[in-house]
C-alpha cells in the first residue's frame, strides 16, 4: 500500500510524517532508540477502516536535528494540527509514550483513544533504586570517543535482547534494525537532552485526566522497573489489564507483531 508522507513545521524544525490509509486516524509515535520505522510491521498490514500516520521526532530518521528548546509532545500536536486530525488514537512506545500522554492531556478535544507500550507510571520510582544493566557502567569512554558502533549495540543489548535472555534467542535481523533506526538519534542524544523539556504541570501529576480508552502493554523480557511500572501504569489511566507480550522485550510491537497487531486491531474496534 503507497504511503504519502510529508514536513510539518514546529519551531524552527521540520518534523517528518508518513501515511497510509483511510478512514479514524491512529498516530504511532516511537521509541528512543528508533525512528519511524519500528512501525513498519503495522503500516504492512493497517487495519481496515483507519489511516496509519507515524512521524519522526526531531533528530529521529528523516526529522534533522535543530538546537532550540523544544517538547515533544508539542512536536507530534504539530503533526496532528497540520494534518487538521480528529477521533485521534494514539500510540506510543517508551519514549513516544510518555508524549502520547502527555498530548492526550494537552489536547484531549482530538484524542479518542491511548495505547502505551513499554512506558511505566511517570513520576514512579522503585524503592530500591532500580535495576541498572550492567552495560550501563562506564559508558564515558565510548561517549568521548564518539564510538557510536558500540553504543548503538548496548542500546540493542539493552532494549532488544532484554533482561532474562541471550542475544541467540532474539531476531538477529530486529537487532540489527534497531542499530541502523538508532545510528542517528545516538549522535545527537547528548545536545538533544540539554534542550528537551516536558510538559508543566509534568504528566505525573494529570494522569487522573486521562479518561479515554487506553491499553498499557510490556514485553516479557522489559527491564523489571518499566514492567513493573507499566502494570502501575494501567491501573491509573486504564479499564484494562495490562497485557504481556511474550518473547518480546522493549519493542514488542516491532519484535513480536502477530501477537501486537491482533491487539491492536481488537482494541480499535472496542470503541
Known amino acids: 500500500m503507497p504511503l504519502n508522507s510529508g514536513y510539518t513545521p514546529s519551531g524552527a524544525a521540520k518534523i517528518y510524517y508518513e501515511e497510509v490509509g483511510t478512514g479514524r486516524p491512529v498516530l504511532f ?20 477502516g483507519h489511516r496509519y500516520i507515524r512521524s519522526d521526532m526531531r533528530g529521529f530518521g528523516n526529522s534533522e536535528w535543530v538546537a532550540e528548546a523544544y517538547r515533544s509532545h508539542a512536536d507530534i500536536l504539530a503533526v496532528i494540527e497540520h494534518l487538521d486530525l480528529d477521533d485521534v488514537v494514539l500510540v506510543g512506545c517508551s519514549m513516544g509514550g510518555k508524549a502520547a500522554m502527555e498530548v492526550t492531556v494537552a489536547a484531549p478535544e482530538r484524542i479518542s483513544g491511548l495505547v502505551v507500550i513499554g512506558a511505566g507510571e511517570p513520576g514512579w520510582e522503585p524503592p530500591d533504586g532500580g535495576y541498572r544493566p550492567p552495560q550501563w557502567d562506564n559508558l564515558d569512554p565510548l561517549w568521548e570517543a564518539e564510538d ?54 509534568p504528566i505525573a501529576e494529570r494522569l487522573d485526566e486521562i479518561s479515554v480508552p487506553s491499553l498499557v502493554v510490556v514485553g516479557q523480557y ?49 470503541f
Open 29 to 48: 509515535c516511537h521509541a528512543g532508540v528508533t525512528d519511524r520505522r519500528m512501525w513498519d510491521p503495522q503500516f504492512d498490514n493497517p487495519v481496515l
Open 148 to 201: 557510536w558502533d558500540r553504543l548503538t549495540e548496548i542500546d540493542a543489548e539493552v532494549w532488544v535482547v532484554g533482561v532474562g535472555r541471550t542475544r541467540a534467542e532474539t531476531s538477529d535481523g530486529v537487532f540489527q534494525k534497531v542499530i541502523e533506526m538508532d545510528r542517528t538519534p545516538i549522535m545527537t542524544e547528548l545536545d538533544r537532552d540539554d534542550y528537551l523539556g516536558w510538559m508543566e504541570p
Open 222 to 270: 522489559d527491564l523489571p522497573d518499566i514492567v513493573e511500572g507499566t502494570d502501575r501504569l494501567a491501573k491509573r489511566i486504564s479499564d484494562q489489564s495490562r497485557v504481556v507480550i511474550a518473547d518480546a522485550a522493549h519493542l514488542p510491537s516491532f519484535e513480536q507483531p502477530d501477537a501486537f497487531n491482533p491487539l491492536l486491531e481488537s482494541f480499535l474496534g472496542s
